[in-house]
């Protein structure tokens, strides 16, 4: 009796705008210098720095999973556009995608009903609260350096989101 043997390939996970303090067993982590040293506490870089705008690292259909939390936002939609083609490019078919991304109906929300807990909080409105909600909402979706935001060039919600990916795979396919 024979046993077939068979070859372990190593799964390709990326995690895109992962920050400079990131790390995890298995795993590619992407961010730009620039963006990710804010974030990283020790001398030790754990990602690949690169400008994912001049794409991704990987050959055609060769990502097993692709990760990314809080980073679409940070691109104009033209360029979250180019952006996820280029993940579509390197991931294998029927691979998972996992966007997150801050949802504009709740920030609408929160504004509309003058939630001061929520838009006083500045790990929530990404930059150093002012002295009133509609700037603390607004520094979430603009970039402008008296907001010392985190330059989210555009805002989604499920409508956009949707729409944004339907095109993207209409004019692939």
Same mark, same amino acid.
């Given at each position: 009796?024979?046993?077939?043997?068979?070859?372990?390939?190593?799964?390709?996970?990326?995690? #895109?705008?992962? *920050? *400079?303090?990131?790390?995890?067993? *298995?795993?590619?982590?992407?961010?730009?210098?620039?963006?990710? !040293?804010?974030?990283?506490?020790?001398?030790?870089?754990?990602?690949?720095?690169?400008?994912?705008?001049?794409? #991704?690292?990987?050959?055609?259909?060769?990502?097993?999973?692709?990760?990314?939390?809080?980073?679409?936002?940070?691109f104009t939609?033209?360029?979250?556009? %180019?952006?996820?083609?280029?993940?579509?490019? %390197?991931?294998?078919?029927?691979?998972?995608?996992?966007?997150?991304?801050?949802?504009?109906?709740?920030?609408?929300?929160?504004?509309?009903?003058?939630?001061?807990?929520?838009?006083?909080?500045?790990?929530?409105?990404?930059? =150093?609260?002012?002295?009133?909600?509609?700037?603390? !909402? #607004?520094?979430?979706?603009?970039?402008?350096? =008296?907001?010392?935001?985190?330059?989210?060039?555009?805002?989604?919600?499920?409508?956009?989101m949707?729409?944004?990916? !339907?095109? #993207?795979?209409?004019?692939?396919?």
């Open positions: 009796m024979t046993t077939a043997s068979v070859a372990y390939k190593p799964l390709i996970k990326v995690n #895109l705008g992962c *920050g *400079g303090n990131w790390k995890a067993e *298995g795993w590619f982590g992407l961010d730009m210098h620039a963006t990710s !040293f804010i974030w990283q506490v020790g001398a030790e870089k754990t990602y690949l720095d690169i400008d994912v705008k001049k794409g #991704l690292p990987f050959a055609d259909q060769s990502v097993d999973v692709v990760f990314s939390s809080h980073t679409l936002e940070h939609h033209a360029e979250a556009v %180019v952006l996820l083609a280029e993940i579509y490019r %390197v991931m294998k078919v029927g691979a998972p995608l996992c966007l997150v991304v801050p949802d504009m109906d709740i920030y609408v929300d929160k504004l509309i009903k003058r939630d001061e807990t929520f838009l006083m909080t500045p790990e929530i409105v990404g930059g =150093r609260i002012k002295n009133n909600l509609t700037d603390n !909402f #607004l520094m979430n979706f603009y970039s402008d350096p =008296r907001f010392n935001n985190t330059c989210h060039k555009y805002a989604y919600n499920f409508e956009n949707q729409a944004t990916l !339907f095109f #993207l795979l209409a004019g692939i396919a």
